[in-house]
């Protein structure tokens, strides 16, 4: 078996709440990750996107975080400099988040922010070339008229589009991860669809690792190859994405459960009735 | 079914349990910030001197001993004795009586006024607001001394009229705040809610703009009150404000001034004081701001 | 109950809703499905009377939208907004706010009433003197429905009323609102951009597209795959 990509083992994340008590919002999370799309599914409060966020390095300084072992393509991330975690931000791991309208700057031209993006991993690149590589990557997006795109400004943009700028900006300095928190969330139904073909296409094509975060577990079913499903910052269930429908942890029965589906029964929905032994619930 | 009818027997004082709760919360959370408990101590002091002022001072504040003129500080005269031989400790804890009624008010007229301009404005929008909004652009643009200089000059010296003349220049940063505020919940679901209830304008402003607006107006208040004590002291230091004999401080600073460099205890303790007080309301109001402004929560 | 016709809504340049007409009969759950831009909050919003500038005709309980007081519309139709953490007044309790449309309307017992309704979303009296900061998303939704009934209207319209929620608490909440509508014969107008949610609680809905209407459908249709409009096909792709 090759090594694997990024290795997370026994993760904590703590805040404090409005009385002054530390609060678990991740608790004791494990996994490793390939080359491979793998899917991380919760409701608000699981500590899915905590998850994420730890393994870039980018929880706010009020988080307590602690952890066994963080590591990423062999670097050890627990004891490495925040120099070297910068420098791995952005450059080998990528993240994507849920809107574009809140995480592109919304004073800046598309143009100007992915080509900040591209010279921040290469100072010494010339201006011409850095706006080349910009307008391929825009291209490699599939956005038709690339030239004009630059121009614009995030507020110009469809949520599509704006989606599509986001993973351009990640994806120009060819990571080998990265991680999309609820990347179509915001994005209409049909828009959904291009996205997440594109990521695919991405992923596939340039070998990335990728970490999918959603709330969504049939999108993520369809689209991972492995799905983790988190509740209340613990681990529930791992399993391959193809055998989804023969999940057998209660929680994730429930989830697939309580979904309307266009062919399905009009009884009342199956409500899902947590039960308290799943705090405690080991993989 | 309901099991536990309790809450209904007495729904007055559930409410208060219920807000007392919030309450507690939010002393809690104050509490944790000590730049901001030392801004509150501060304040407090100066409320308990003024409401204990004549238990509190040494001497008579009006009253002239020639012997001692400009005398230093010692164990007799605490602070040291001004040019007509007046202890000064004893004039200062009187003074802050002074302070105290200027800063009450002027917040007490420029708050609520304010407040009440800009919620409306806000909310109604059209040609009221744009009424309402030139005419608090008109009262910013005149500069707060030279107005309260000009009104004073027109309607004679002393502590109500100077105070007055700083209402007026007061009063339209709140309402620019308020305004503010209401242009953003006229359009909330919980404005828009009570509205398909069949709500009045009026209530709609009373009820549920005008609180919203308030946390941005009080933290307002108390960064004002230094500054309203900045210009109170200016006005008696050019002789407009308080009239001699009154002990305040602002005044007391002009007097002392001609002995700045041998008796320098005549201007410097009362500026000492008015430094205080001022950064005690400005570290009060940085504290509140951390709590009530929604943009600088920390937490989610 | 519900009669629009030939609506059309302007904002400075751009058009919301173009020329849609569509008529929901007491007791039914109508549908209006689309993507962000098509129109369809903007048409709850209209029949409810927070938007007053529009074109056509809307009948609401025979009632003539245009000429009706906000008040008068109030007994009759109600709305249940999209974001719950938006819909709740920050400073008051849960039970200042059920009783509040009381209070306006002089309707008599607010204070039992609110127990009533409380009850009948399935939050305990205690909630009263609760705070919407205190209440999740799920709860914060369940008191804006108890809100929203408090005046005992005929029709709820409902703008995506479980977007903002987890998976499993929409389940909760779709179930909460079916009951309500048999227990009470209510009518609904549900809009949402998720046909799944739409095709089961509702009976027949319609697809609308940049501000115009694409089709109308039944369930059944629905179900059968029996989808005329190419646009509609690839939103029932896409669930």
Known sequence: ?283 | MTLLNTPAADPKAALRAARWKEFRNFARRFFRNPLGVVGLFIVVLLVVVAAFAPWLATHDPYLPTLSARLAPPSAEWWFGADELGRDIYSRLVHGSRLTLLIVGLVIVTSAPLGLIIGAVAGTRGGWLDAVFMRITDVFLAIPKLLLALAFVAALGPGIVNAALAITLTAWPPYARLARAEALVVRNSDYVNAVRLAGASEFRIIVFHVIPMCLSSVIVRMTFDMAGIILTAAGLGFIGLGAQPPLPEWGAMISTGRKFIFDQWWVATVPGIAIFTVSLGFNLLGDALRDLLDPHLRQRK | MIDVENLTVRFSGSTAVDNVSFHVAEGESFGLVGESGSGKSTILRTMVGLNRHWDGRIGIAGMDARTTRQRDLARTVQMVFQDPYGSLHPRYTIGQQIAEPMLINGIADPLGRTAELLDMIGLGPKFQFRYPHELSGGQRQRVAIARALSLKPRILLLDEPTSALDVSIQAEILNLLNRLRKELGLTFVIVSHDLAVISYMCERLMVMRNAKTVETLTREQLRARDVRDAYSRQLLAAS
């Open chain 1, 1 to 283: 078996m090759t090594a694997p990509l990024a290795e997370i083992e026994n993760l904590r994340v703590a805040f404090r709440n409005d009385e002054g008590q530390w609060h678990d919002a991740v608790r004791g999370v494990s996994f490793s990750l390939g080359r491979e799309k793998l899917g991380i599914v919760g409701e608000s409060g699981s500590g899915k996107s905590l998850t994420g966020r730890s393994l870039l390095g980018v929880l706010p300084s009020y988080a307590r975080v602690s952890v066994d072992k963080l590591s990423f393509d062999g670097i050890d991330l627990k004891t490495a400099s925040p120099k070297l975690r910068r420098s791995l931000r952005g450059g080998r791991m990528g993240m994507i988040l849920q809107d574009p309208k809140y995480s592109l700057n919304p004073v800046m031209s598309v143009g100007k922010q992915i080509v900040e993006a591209i010279r921040i991993g290469d100072r010494k690149l010339a201006a011409a070339e850095a706006h080349r590589k910009a307008v391929a990557a825009l291209d490699a997006v599939h956005i038709r008229e690339p030239e004009r795109v630059m121009g614009l400004y995030p507020h110009e943009l469809s949520g599509g589009m704006g989606q599509r700028v986001m993973i351009a900006m990640m994806v120009v300095r060819e990571p080998d991860l990265l991680i999309a928190d609820e990347p179509t969330s915001a994005l209409d139904v049909t828009v959904r669809t291009q996205v997440m073909s594109l990521m695919d296409e991405l992923v596939t094509r340039r070998g990335m690792g990728l970490i999918f975060i959603s709330h969504d577990l049939n999108l993520v079913a369809k689209f991972c190859d492995r799905v983790i499903v988190m509740y209340a910052g613990r681990i529930v269930e791992t399993l391959d994405a193809k055998n989804l429908r023969a999940a057998q942890h209660p929680y994730t029965q429930g989830l697939l459960a309580c979904l309307p589906s266009i062919d399905g029964s009009l009884e009342p929905l199956p409500v899902l009735n947590r039960d308290a032994s799943w705090l405690e619930a080991a993989r």
